[in-house]
């Protein structure tokens, strides 16, 4: 199985300022289409989790620009520009590249 | 609009079994792939099952081989997951969530919200 490794798993953020997590794979992401099969997806307190990113730096539709992944084959980022309130949770990394399709263990996201 | 709409959560005692289902609406169902994905109270994510567009292909955690079954009926447009030999370890909530692609793991692009299996005795 492909182990997935999140970092930091706690990160207190100040509004208008960047945030960046970090997501490592134990394996290669990188499919012979060419793209890395890497997501990232948000779990907002109290409620379902939801995509922000595919495929490594495909934002999924409705996404806000300040969201960006990426990264390529091993390490991947995902970044926000500019912390609104409205971005705290728990955001997880997912390789779909193979079954069993694996997560990272998640990073908390707060506002300090 | 794409909704799924998980059911049949409830507590059972160990050992017992289950069936869960998802009625998909908003979207042509049998287009997709469909997964089942659980998360343990205050726990990460952890995927459970994967089932292609038509059926003909079925994709289990290494833990739930065995014991837990996916399945789909496109002329109902419903998704069921029969879970047997329940355990304790297996309290969960359990999402129902999309595929991207019909026939192949990728990203899962909506979730349910989720229906809650209490395993005790």
């Known amino acids: 199985d492909i182990v997935m490794t999140q970092s930091p798993l706690s990160l207190p953020v100040t509004p208008g300022e960047p945030a960046s997590i970090s997501c490592r794979s134990s394996?290669?992401?990188?499919?012979?289409?060419?793209?890395?099969?890497l997501d990232w997806y948000l779990q907002k307190p109290g409620q379902s989790p939801q995509v922000l990113i595919y495929?490594?730096?495909y934002r999924a539709s409705g996404v806000p620009d300040r969201f960006s992944g990426s990264g390529a084959h091993t390490d991947f980022t995902l970044k926000i520009s500019r912390v609104e309130a409205e971005d705290v949770g728990v955001y997880f990394c997912?390789?779909?590249?193979?079954?069993?399709?694996?997560f990272g263990q998640g990073t908390k996201v707060e506002i300090k | 609009q794409v909704q799924l709409v998980e059911s049949g959560g409830t507590v059972v005692q160990p050992g017992t079994s289950l069936r869960l289902s998802c009625a998909a609406s908003?979207?042509?169902?049998?287009?997709?792939?469909m997964h089942w994905v659980r998360q343990a109270p205050g726990k990460g994510l952890e995927w459970v099952a994967l089932?292609?567009?038509?059926?003909?292909?079925?994709y289990y955690a290494e833990s739930m081989k065995g014991r837990f079954t996916i399945s789909r009926d496109n002329s109902k447009n419903t998704l069921y997951l029969q879970m047997n030999g329940l355990r304790a370890d297996d309290t969960a909530i359990y999402y129902c969530?999309?595929?991207?692609?019909?026939?192949?793991?990728?990203?899962?692009?909506?979730w349910g919200q989720g229906a809650l299996v209490t395993v005790s005795s």
């Open positions: 969530a999309r595929g991207r692609r019909a026939a192949r793991p990728s990203e899962l692009d909506y």
């Open positions: 908003g979207f042509s169902f049998s287009s997709y792939a």
């Open positions: 089932i292609w567009y038509d059926g003909s292909e079925e």
């Open positions: 394996q290669s992401l990188l499919h012979s289409d060419g793209h890395n099969y």
């Open positions: 495929l490594g730096s």
């Open positions: 997912m390789q779909s590249l193979q079954t069993p399709l694996t």
